[in-house]
């Protein structure tokens, strides 16, 4: 059974950097991809970019395109979220989780977690401007 960890989360000035992580342990008969998602307090979820588990190709929201950077490393079994030049716009809870597709619509990303995704719990990131 596929856990994921997340970590990472801080207190950031506008404008800075932070680096998220996901650790996925446990094992699967499929190698789902991995999407990250935040949800502002009183706002809905929302996902912020996704690494599909097929070909590795990563996606966006229009939202952090050109700030933000989804990567993995295979050997460690994480998956990373790096934020850059961030703003209170940002300030979150993020969550990972698995998604078995990952891809674009209209010109806007697309994740669906299935019937059996797993979800991290959230870490907190909060932008002070």
């Known amino acids: 059974e596929v856990q994921l960890q997340a970590s990472g989360g801080g207190l950031v000035q506008a404008g800075g950097s932070l680096r998220l992580s996901c650790a996925r342990s446990?094992?699967?008969?499929?190698?789902?991809?991995i999407g990250w998602y935040r949800q502002a307090p009183g706002k809905e979820r929302e996902g912020v970019s996704c690494?599909?588990?097929?070909?590795?190709?990563?996606y966006y929201s229009d939202s952090v395109k050109g700030r933000f950077t989804i990567s993995n490393d295979n050997a460690k079994n994480t998956f990373y979220l790096q934020m850059n030049n961030l703003t209170a716009a940002d300030t979150a809870v993020y969550y990972c989780?698995?998604?078995?597709?990952?891809?674009?619509?209209?010109?806007?990303?697309?994740?669906?977690?299935?019937?059996?995704?797993?979800w991290g719990q959230g870490t907190l990131v909060t932008v002070s401007s």
């Open positions: 989780a698995t998604v078995m597709l990952c891809t674009e619509y209209g010109g806007q990303m697309y994740t669906n977690n299935g019937k059996d995704a797993v």
């Open positions: 690494i599909s588990g097929y070909d590795g190709r990563t």
């Open positions: 446990g094992s699967s008969l499929i190698s789902p991809g």
